[in-house]
């Protein structure tokens, strides 16, 4: 089993919608937990860290459930810009910059 | 603002060439490290560094050596390309405190 598993998608849903996005993970030790996007023949792009609480960013939502090992990402009114390659990250402990990547969910917002 | 700077960008090799990918931060991180990404994979760390004088290796480290003589340069050393080294390479640093990563824009390595 992948240590982080993404549903590759592709998901594509007209503008305005609202889109989720899971990513479960299998090392209980992960203790940081982020959201990258990363847009076509770019570098990845830190979106938001996800904390145990939850958090929110604009349309952004993303939210931690350790119990059952998963991460989500929930976007609301979805625009064009939106599209884009979402990747899920975990690291343990200090990281030092070391994280573990899921194989990223593709999302194409269209007209 | 440079932040991560990699180079060279696109590259072809032959089977059996070594080359250097090169990597820079001005940013003075502590942190850097080197991660490869290929199709349906995401990114799969190769080696990693947390200060001058310290390496490790990461998850897929086979066939690559680094070196960090400084605080700002992390290279990248395919020692004899294979195909299986075709990949986009991505160099990353990152301060000690704090959670973003910076990456470079990628380097496209061929490998034929």
């Known amino acids: 089993r992948k240590e982080v598993e993404q549903d590759p998608g592709p998901f594509n849903v007209p503008e305005g919608a609202t889109v989720a996005f899971n990513c479960t993970y299998s090392n209980s030790a992960s203790q940081s937990f982020f959201w990258y996007r990363q847009d076509c023949r770019k570098e990845p792009k830190l979106l938001m860290s996800?904390?145990?609480s939850g958090n929110e960013d604009g349309r952004f939502t993303a939210q931690l459930n350790r119990a059952s090992q998963y991460i989500s990402l929930l976007i609301r009114d979805s625009k064009l810009s939106d599209s884009a390659t979402y990747l899920c990250a975990l690291g343990r402990g200090t990281s030092y910059g070391k994280l573990t990547f899921g194989q990223g969910t593709i999302l194409t917002v269209h007209p | 603002n440079a932040g991560v700077t990699q180079t060279p960008k696109f590259q072809v090799l032959k089977t059996g060439q070594s080359m250097t990918l090169q990597c820079a931060q001005d940013?003075?991180?502590?942190?850097m490290s080197w991660y490869r990404q290929d199709p349906g994979m995401g990114l799969r760390l190769i080696h990693y560094s947390v200060g001058a004088g310290i390496t490790d290796q990461g998850e897929v480290p086979n066939g690559y050596n680094v070196s960090r003589s400084t605080t700002e340069d992390f290279p990248l050393r395919l020692l004899s390309a294979a195909p299986s080294q075709t990949s986009v390479y991505f160099c990353a640093s990152k301060t000690d405190s704090g959670n973003t990563i910076y990456f470079g824009e990628g380097s496209w390595l061929t490998v034929v």
């Open positions: 940013m003075n991180h502590e942190y």
């Open positions: 996800v904390y145990s």
